[in-house]
Structure formats: C-alpha cells, structure tokens
C-alpha cells in the first residue's frame, strides 16, 4: 500500500483525547504494516553466498569481500573481513534466471583487487553460473587455496 494514496482529515471531527489516542495507535499500525509489507523485496526472493577460505599461506591473511553481479552489473557485496573468517551476503534477487558472478576481492598493499589466478594468485575465488531462484536460496561457497579450487555447495 503506497503511502502517497493515505489520506486522513480530523477537521470537522471533535475527537476525545482517549478515542484520538487509539486512533493515533490504528493509524500507526496501519502504516507500519503497510511499510513492512512494502519494505520486503518485491522480487520474490534472495540469495545468499557464505563463503570461507581455508590453506591461506602466512602472512596472506588479507582483509577480503565477496562482490556480487548480476548481468555484469553489481548487485551486493560482503563487509570486509580477513580472508580466514567465514562471511556472508544476501541479495535480493526476483524470481526467474540470473547470471550471477561473484568474486573474492582482497585489499593487497592498500588496493581492493580480484583474488584471480591473472592478478598472481593461486586461486581464482570465484562463482560464475545461472542461477535459479524460486524463494530464498543459499550457496556455500569454499575457497581451498592448498586443493586450488573452490568447493561449491
């Protein structure tokens, strides 16, 4: 219920304090069940990614986020957090097929870059695939830095 189409008038309307009191509650209630169906993601759905990296090499611990495409454009993204502590992200997302991309980004020598083989790491941290939603749907993500793959469930 868009809020614009709400309209109240109490001009001509002698109201006691008790009655104005309950109907000030009604009122509340009513938009903040309006704005709560509202505020959910009218797309249907979402996606989330919790996603961990195991065999870091000392001294390689970097503050990391997992960027989130749909389509080439960005969607989501994680807060940042080491490398070696697990994290997560949702988006919300319609349903229907998405071409999703997401990949590991990591802060080296002040620089957020992809943790990809081409930018001289081991491991491309990465999930490219059309996804599926139907409601809300989680994908696990594990990058193995010692096995050089990243585990998908």
């Known amino acids: 219920m868009p ?26 209630a009513a938009l903040l069940s309006g704005c709560a169906s ?8 979402s996606l989330t990614f919790k ?19 749909e389509d080439g454009k960005k ?6 957090k080491k490398e ?3 994290n997560s992200v949702t988006i919300p997302l319609s349903k229907g097929m998405h071409n999703i991309r997401a990949v590991l980004n990591s802060e080296y020598e002040g620089e957020w ?3 990809l083989v081409e930018n001289t790491y081991s ?5 490219e695939q059309t996804v599926e939603i139907k409601g809300n749907k989680v994908i696990t993500l594990v990058f193995d830095i010692d096995q050089e793959k990243t585990i998908i469930k």
Do not use: R, W
Not at 13 to 23: E, H
Not at 123 to 127: G, K, N, P, T
């Open 123 to 127: 491991l491309d941290c990465l999930f």
């Open 84 to 86: 070696s502590e697990g």
């Open 51 to 69: 996603y961990t990296t195991v065999g870091i090499k000392e001294g390689y611990d970097h503050n990391s986020k997992l960027l989130v495409y």
């Open 3 to 28: 809020l614009k189409n709400i309209v109240i008038s109490f001009q001509n309307f002698k109201i006691q304090k008790p009655m104005k009191t309950i109907l000030s509650i009604l009122l509340a």
């Open 113 to 115: 870059e992809e943790h």
């Open 75 to 80: 969607i989501g993204e994680s807060v940042a």
């Open 38 to 45: 509202s505020s959910k993601s009218p797309a249907g759905g």
